[in-house]
């Protein structure tokens, strides 16, 4: 019972930390590219990523021979129809003709009757009874043969050739025998409709195992992988997830050599299992909220392992180096840890007003672990920190000798000018590859899948609605306002348009018209040496065609996708042209190029960014001088920070590092760290009156800079491009606030205060 009064508050911690582990480990990771850009571009992002490379399932097989190729594409298709992977196709007769012919009833506008007309003229007819008698002495002559009987005035042409006008001014897809292939045919894709969402990762780690066995199964030189979204979902999952392991092996070991370094006692340990404490419960309840959370969110808990744990080491080394009774000791530096806690919280609850999903997933993750971490630190653990001897307290004085003033004055030029140099030149990549890490092998796939699809100069223009109906009729008004049409429209059209097709084409195939084009066929054929009864099966077909349009072009082709608000979208290619561009309206239609999404990505990134800065600068400077009541030292607090980011930018274009956007999320937490350090300072400073320095040992800054540096800076080790980019400005900022709260910020005190 004593045992449990002493260690209950700890014991509670211990249990609310296993159920946040047990509820992660029933969680979801969830890895969308969504959640990485804002609102204001979000559906343009959402539409770019239903482009055939992301929301088809694109399966590629490469071969050294044509036939080769063909025969593991067909054998492959039918393994994962079997094994439950992708929506199967409608299977292709032998004979496509009769299966194009039967979809033109369907499509028999306005311009294809026209185009009829001219098809079935005396002359026209002619001449493609000559054509198919030079052909039939070709090596295409049995192809020819079946082609004549089944489509004599070569009707299939005129939907054909809008097949091969998809992505006309782009780049034509190649289509053969039911794959896109290269010109040589040893690179064939084929596009599937999978039956998992991209984001289901479970999905995609068993079809990464299905690829595996079935690529055990094939010859040397054969071979097979897919991309696509559920292959974007399998890379970044996989790489976080490695992340995670290498980022916390390095943070343990960093943070081990900064317990050797200042601690060296087995109750300090303490102050570094108080992350263990704090991160799984704030995860599991972020997860709670979110629904899911992101491998970043996880990532950033290096983050809040290194500020978390500022707390204790505060309180750790104001218990170790004063003769103050603990209670009091704890109850002095509290001010000062809830000015910590408040600068460094609301940097985080500036995040919550960006509208990218990620910050707020941070923000929500860092604000409860932050208030855990110090509620654990301020109300458990001091009991637990053992008061020095006076042996104890003479060994643990360090102090550093500060900038003298005109050196710090110079130095603080330097940097600013070295800032102000470094954001002229600072290099931002807007390229949404670098939100989707994924290895060098999916880079080389990618770039092979690439080959085959048209090319990233071209442009996407959706056309949307509610259902799959109102999208293929808004994609005809579309259509109609381009002199040359939308090709997808000529191929796929709405019900009420085929059935206005359908009657169009009854009507044109009189009884009338019917008996005169018998009598002009059987008057070629006997011109040519034909049998006038070889042509039974086109007027066989052509008596039942009316009815109905029975083949569908999506059985090569889907252009309609599903977008996750609700909306169905019919995907064109078009040129990268401003006749396109103008069908956009946002409600109706929307028109996207890569150039012009990485444009708005980011301008729409830097207005979340100097909102979100500008917040967090309005937030913590009213946070500080309520704190301080006095100009000089809230602006004297402010000093690590500026001079601190300018160390950053300045290093980030000196060494050429291309900035990714999530770079930008380190700028709100650079303003509450350096503050922190800053804050810390000028106390130390204002205590020297009441003899209470001892309170604040330069030990303690040093400890707690390092170790956040531990948590944060190991992050440069990370694989994936966002964890990284915070890594490395972590890295390079954070030290320079805490040279700069070393080095120069108690020469500026002394002078000014």
Request: with cysteine; net charge positive.
């Amino acid at each position: 019972m004593n045992f449990l009064r002493r260690h209950g508050k700890l014991l509670a911690c211990v249990c609310l930390m296993l159920l946040g582990i047990l509820g992660l480990c029933r969680g979801t990771l969830e890895e969308n590219i969504l959640a990485l850009v804002p609102n204001k571009i979000k559906q343009q992002v959402a539409l770019f990523e239903h482009s055939a490379l992301s929301q088809k399932l694109i399966v590629i097989t490469l071969a050294s021979s044509k036939e080769q190729a063909q025969e593991t594409a067909r054998a492959l298709q039918n393994a994962l129809a079997n094994a439950g992977f992708i929506v199967p196709k409608k299977p292709l007769a032998e004979d496509v003709v009769s299966d194009v012919l039967s979809a033109l009833p369907g499509l028999f506008s306005p311009k294809i009757e026209q185009e009829t007309e001219q098809k079935i003229s005396p002359q026209a007819v002619a001449d493609q009874f000559a054509k198919y008698y030079e052909e039939l002495f070709s090596f295409q002559s049995i192809f020819t043969t079946q082609k004549m009987t089944q489509d004599p005035f070569n009707l299939t042409e005129l939907l054909f050739k809008r097949w091969g006008t998809i992505g006309q001014g782009v780049q034509a897809l190649n289509y053969t025998d039911g794959f896109l292939s290269n010109n040589r045919g040893t690179i064939l894709a084929g596009l599937y409709d999978a039956k998992s969402a991209v984001s289901d990762i479970k999905a995609a780690q068993r079809l990464q195992q299905f690829f595996t066995e079935f690529q055990s199964s094939l010859p040397q030189r054969v071979r097979t992988f897919f991309v696509g979204g559920l292959r974007y979902t399998l890379e970044n999952v996989t790489l976080i997830k490695r992340d995670l392991t290498t980022v916390t092996l390095a943070g343990l070991i960093c943070l081990a050599a900064v317990f050797v370094c200042f601690f060296r006692t087995r109750r300090a340990l303490l102050v570094y299992l108080l992350p263990l404490l704090v991160l799984p419960p704030a995860a599991w309840i972020t997860q709670l909220i979110f629904g899911h959370i992101s491998g970043i969110t996880l990532g950033f808990g290096s983050v809040v392992v290194g500020l978390s744990v500022d707390y204790a080491i505060y309180i750790y080394f104001a218990l170790q180096q004063t003769k103050i009774e603990a209670g009091a000791a704890v109850s002095k530096i509290t001010g000062h840890l809830w000015c910590n806690f408040l600068t460094s919280g609301l940097c985080f609850v500036a995040l919550l007003f960006s509208s990218i999903e990620v910050f707020k997933q941070i923000a929500v993750f860092a604000l409860l672990a932050l208030g855990l971490a110090f509620f654990i630190a301020v109300h458990i653990l001091p009991p637990y920190f053992k008061m020095p001897t006076s042996a104890e307290l003479k060994t643990a004085r360090m102090e550093i000798k500060p900038l003298p003033f005109k050196g710090a004055v110079w130095a603080s030029i330097l940097l600013l000018v070295f800032g102000i140099w470094g954001i002229q030149h600072l290099a931002l990549s807007s390229n949404l590859d670098d939100l989707n890490s994924t290895s060098p092998a999916f880079a080389k796939d990618k770039q092979i899948a690439e080959e085959l699809f048209p090319s990233a100069q071209g442009a996407l223009l959706f056309a949307l609605g509610k259902t799959q109906e109102e999208a293929l009729a808004h994609n005809e008004q579309l259509s109609s306002q381009v002199p040359a049409g939308l090709p997808i429209s000529a191929l796929f059209a709405s019900a009420h348009t085929q059935a206005q097709n359908l009657k169009r084409w009854a009507a044109f195939w009189t009884p009338q018209r019917q008996h005169e084009m018998q009598v002009l066929l059987e008057t070629q054929a006997q011109e040519k040496g034909f049998n006038p009864q070889a042509f039974t099966p086109f007027w066989t077909w052509l008596q039942a065609s009316s009815a109905n349009s029975n083949f569908d072009f999506s059985a090569w082709y889907n252009p309609m996708v599903k977008i996750s608000n609700g909306l169905y979208g019919v995907v064109n290619i078009v040129p990268n042209e401003p006749i396109y561009a103008r069908l956009s309206d946002g409600v109706r239609a929307v028109f996207i190029s890569a150039s012009a999404l990485q444009t708005s990505l980011v301008q729409s990134v830097k207005k979340e960014a100097t909102w979100v800065v500008c917040l967090a600068l309005l937030l913590n400077g009213a946070a500080v001088w309520f704190l301080f009541r006095n100009v000089k030292e809230t602006l004297l607090c402010f000093v690590p920070v500026v001079l601190g980011s300018c160390f950053l930018f300045g290093c980030l274009a000196l060494c050429k590092v291309q900035v990714n956007l999530f770079g930008l999320i380190f700028l709100p937490l650079l303003i509450g760290l350096g503050l922190d350090y800053a804050i810390f300072q000028l106390l130390k400073y204002r205590s020297q009156q009441e003899e209470l320095t001892q309170l604040y040992p330069t030990r303690a800054l040093l400890a707690a800079g390092l170790s956040t540096l531990a948590g944060f800076g190991v992050l440069i080790l990370a694989k994936h491009a966002v964890l990284f980019m915070m890594g490395i400005c972590a890295l390079v900022g954070i030290g320079g606030t805490v040279l700069v709260s070393l080095f120069i910020l108690p020469a500026l005190w002394k002078r000014y205060v």
